[in-house]
């Protein structure tokens, strides 16, 4: 009677063990409820939310997400000697041809990097789908370029083929 009483007792044991640690485990690995926001990102790695991330090649504003994000790493990492190879060829991946002619002649004409409109590199990028038509989806990345209550944002609109998902155009946007 007693090895019944003893088993049961640490079968309750074991059990209440086992329902304590889901609970905890998620709060200690930062996990939360709350939605995940997939095209948000910031060039120092220190992010509250979103706690996953996910993708689809087939997404033409999940790709500019993509895009926007290596790309951005690539140039935040300027010191590493593989940064300035791996963005070109983020370039030659993610772009149409005509779309890297139009970047050429930006950046000849302005000393800037013709992808991000700028001469630094931001902390912060979101990419926002806008709208489609005629085979084509608008994106709307918007770069955040310092922290605290009042950051700078610029914002770029981003035109890509729905066929070959390849961007098409970049264009600062008011």
């Known amino acids: 009677m007693r090895t019944g009483i003893r088993t049961t007792l640490i079968a309750s044991t074991a059990v209440a063990a086992a329902l304590s640690l889901t609970v905890i485990t998620p709060a200690l690995a930062g996990s939360t409820t709350t939605p995940t926001k997939v095209a948000v990102g910031t060039s120092h790695g220190v992010q509250a939310a979103p706690a996953a991330s996910q993708g689809d090649p087939r997404d033409v504003t999940g790709r500019v997400a993509d ?9 935040y990492d300027n010191e590493d000697p593989a940064a300035g ?3 070109q060829a983020l370039r030659a991946f ?10 050429a002649a ?3 004409k302005e000393h800037a990097d013709g992808i991000l409109f700028a001469q630094n590199v931001p902390v912060k990028w ?4 806008t709208g489609s038509g005629a085979g084509h989806a608008t994106s709307l990345v918007t770069l955040t370029w310092s922290d605290g209550a009042n950051p700078e944002v610029t914002k770029i609109k981003v035109q890509s083929d729905l066929k070959t998902r390849k961007i098409t155009a970049l264009s600062p946007a008011a």
């Open 94 to 103: 993610y772009l149409s041809a005509a779309a890297r002619k139009a970047v």
């Open 106 to 108: 930006y950046e000849a």
């Open 126 to 129: 979101q990419v926002t789908y």
């Open 67 to 75: 895009f926007y994000g290596s790309y951005i790493d690539s140039v």
């Open 85 to 87: 190879a791996n963005a």
